[in-house]
Nanobody, 125 residues
Framework: QVQLMESGGGSVQTGGSLRLSCVYTHDEMLFMGWFRQAPGKEREGVAS????????FYSDSAEGRFTISQDSVKNTVYLQMNSLKPDDTAMYFC????????????????????WGQGTQVTVSS
């Protein structure tokens, strides 16, 4: 089982930036994703990256503001978040997927088998 540990969350003001990191223990997964869940809302996909090709997908809300990247040497996936808004406030989770699914399906939580514990992001107005 892959173990995932997120870090980098915190509190920022509107327009600020944060970079989340996710360190993983094994590298057999095919793709990685970042998700978020606000109180009372469903978990939603934010960004995904296919490890071998680097192909990325973003939710509409993340497109143009967030960037997912990876460092395979460090076994780490990042989520750079810029121009943060109060609506971005949520617990952010890193996840790993092992079975191939095409394209934007990688933004669906049910495609992932391993999850981290999450890191809280709070954006104040």
């Amino acid at each position: 089982q892959v173990q995932l540990m997120e870090s980098g969350g915190g509190s920022v003001q509107t327009g600020g930036s944060l970079r989340l990191s996710c360190v993983y223990t094994h590298d057999e997964m095919l793709f990685m994703g970042w998700f978020r869940q606000a109180p009372g809302k469903e978990r939603e996909g934010v960004a995904s990256i296919y490890r071998s090709s680097g192909t990325t997908f973003y939710s509409d809300s993340a497109e143009g503001r967030f960037t997912i990247s990876q460092d395979s040497v460090k076994n780490t996936v990042y989520l750079q978040m810029n121009s943060l808004k109060p609506d971005d406030t949520a617990m952010y989770f890193c996840a790993a997927g092992r079975a191939f699914v095409p394209g934007r399906l990688r933004l669906q939580p049910e495609q992932y088998s391993d999850w981290g514990q999450g890191t809280q992001v709070t954006v104040s107005s």
